[in-house]
């Protein structure tokens, strides 16, 4: 197995101050000596720049949360990909479940948020799962075949992309789903992707509350090449745990 990706989703947390904190448990050196996984660490926008000299010296990159899906223009709020990678990032997550459940954010706009976050020089981390109703009706593969095919660039092979399968009736809520559930729907991605032209030696992320006490065994599974964190990022112990269980690997 090559070394994990493990992702800090701090989603709408952390003031500068509580960010400070967070950055200042971490020893310079922690990169050069540790090293057992690739993290990468999303924080706010607002907190973007305050963060990434810090992050760079701990030796973590610096990833954003979203992106516009255009490139430039009439669009307040929006933050483009482009500035994001002016900013230092190297990550940038698209089509989160919240994002796609409170903006309506449909699987064609996270396609085009991918290309533009390709054409940045970026990855996307592009999120896929599905929802308690879908997984009871036996839906589950289905769903993330559907998401998989519409969210991506057609020309999949060429482009550097992370996929990232959180169960949305898992994130924030404490519940797991058993290992079996998730080696069988990271299997379903894996073949879903090489259909789609994909090549594997990239990773597929697991996410949904994920803890230090379940890190090592979902990492162990097969097809599962990294983790997206989200609470359990926001408390520098926490997160050092889960990066521990990687350790090994």
């Known amino acids: 197995m090559t070394r994990p990706l493990i992702v800090a989703n701090w989603k709408m947390n952390m003031t500068l101050e509580e960010a400070r904190g967070w950055c200042a448990f971490w020893p310079k050196d922690w990169g050069v000596k540790k090293r057992a996984a690739n993290v990468v660490v999303c924080p706010s926008f607002v907190q973007l720049l305050f963060v990434q000299g810090r992050l760079l010296e701990i030796g973590f990159e610096l990833g954003a949360q979203d992106c516009a899906a255009e490139a430039m223009g009439a669009h307040t ?12 990032c190297h990550y940038v997550i698209v089509g989160h479940s919240e994002r796609r459940t409170n903006h309506r954010e449909n699987d064609p706009m996270v396609c085009q948020k991918s290309i533009q976050v390709f054409s940045s020089g970026m990855t996307p981390i592009v999120c896929i799962g599905e929802t308690l109703d879908e997984r009871t009706k036996g ?38 789903p058993a290992m079996d559930e998730i080696k069988n729907a990271h299997a379903h991605i894996f073949e879903v992707l090489t259909s789609l032209g994909w090549e594997g030696a990239k990773p597929i992320l697991y996410g949904g509350s994920v803890t230090s006490d379940n890190a090592f065994e979902i990492l162990g599974l097969p097809f599962v090449g990294g983790l997206l964190v989200g609470g359990a990022s926001l408390i520098p112990e926490k997160f050092d745990g889960i990066l521990k269980a990687a350790e090994v690997f």
């Open 77 to 88: 709020g929006d933050v483009s990909a482009l500035m994001l990678k002016d900013a230092g």
């Open 139 to 176: 839906k589950t593969h289905e769903v993330l075949t559907r998401q998989l095919t519409r969210s991506l660039p057609h020309d999949l092979k060429e482009k550097n992309v992370v996929v990232a399968y959180e169960p949305v009736w898992a994130i924030g809520t404490g519940k797991v």
